[in-house]
């Protein structure tokens, strides 16, 4: 038995301190989840559910590596977000046993081809075009929880040629880790290699070929992607 095309490769991240490397099996992203994003958003920032989207999974960027400015889009934003590596399988998990769940956290970019979002929620269609395409999901490398903890407050940020663009705090988190894993598996069963990314806070801009993002969050992490042609 062989396979009748190329079997596609397994995605993995790094994990800080460790020769191991963390294998992504599927790439959820909370749509919105910081109350002042929301409202950029035109919004209300109430504490209605989460809700969730995909993207695939070798939308998956490595820490340094540049993304090519996309097609389809003249708005190509960006979102920094906490990401959250699922370690241990779990559906309908109750609140106080969803850090069990967490492997690690890191930092995230969640790119949006804003133009193409906002014309898909005006029709009533659906996001992918978006959101999930390729290329559009940087990460850093994972820090494992058992080395960082499970991280709840502190700064996350993003720069664009170091000029900051988004400027928060993950406390202000609208639904915070627990929560939104909560949440989730209430969805789907959630598996290890599942990551979730938590949202983004506001200041969302666009960036355009040749421009660099810097992104941070305390106790987590750096990324550096670069916007290509
Ligand atoms: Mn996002």
Redesign the pocket.
């Known amino acids: 038995m062989s396979y009748a095309v190329p079997a596609a490769p397994v995605v993995a991240l790094p994990v800080a301190g460790s020769e191991d490397t963390f294998p992504v099996r599927r790439i959820w ?5 910081y109350a002042a994003h929301a409202r950029e958003m035109g919004s209300d920032p109430d504490r209605d559910p989460p809700f969730f989207f995909a993207k695939p999974t070798d939308a998956i960027v490595q820490n340094g590596d540049p993304i090519p400015y996309p097609a389809g889009t003249k708005n190509l934003h960006h ?1 920094i ?1 906490l990401v959250v590596a699922i370690g241990k399988a779990g559906s309908r998990i109750p609140v106080d046993q969803a850090l069990e769940h967490v492997y690690g956290y890191a930092v995230g970019l ?1 790119m ?1 081809r804003r133009d193409l979002q906002n014309a898909a929620k005006d029709s009533g269609r659906p996001w992918e075009m978006g ?1 999930s395409y390729d290329f559009s999901a940087p990460c850093s490398a994972i820090q494992p929880a058992v080395r960082i903890g499970h991280p709840d407050k502190g700064a996350i940020w993003v720069k664009v040629n170091g000029t900051v663009k988004q400027s928060s705090d993950i406390s202000n988190l609208i639904w915070n880790v627990a929560e939104t894993i909560s949440h989730l598996s209430q969805l789907i069963d959630l598996r290890p290699g599942d990551i979730i ?1 938590t ?2 806070p506001e200041g969302v801009a666009a960036v355009v070929a040749g421009d660099v993002m810097e992104g941070h969050i305390d106790g987590v992490g750096d990324i550096r992607t670069p916007v290509i042609a």
């Open positions: 992203c909370v749509g919105r989840n979102e977000e969640d949006t959101k990314y949202g983004t």
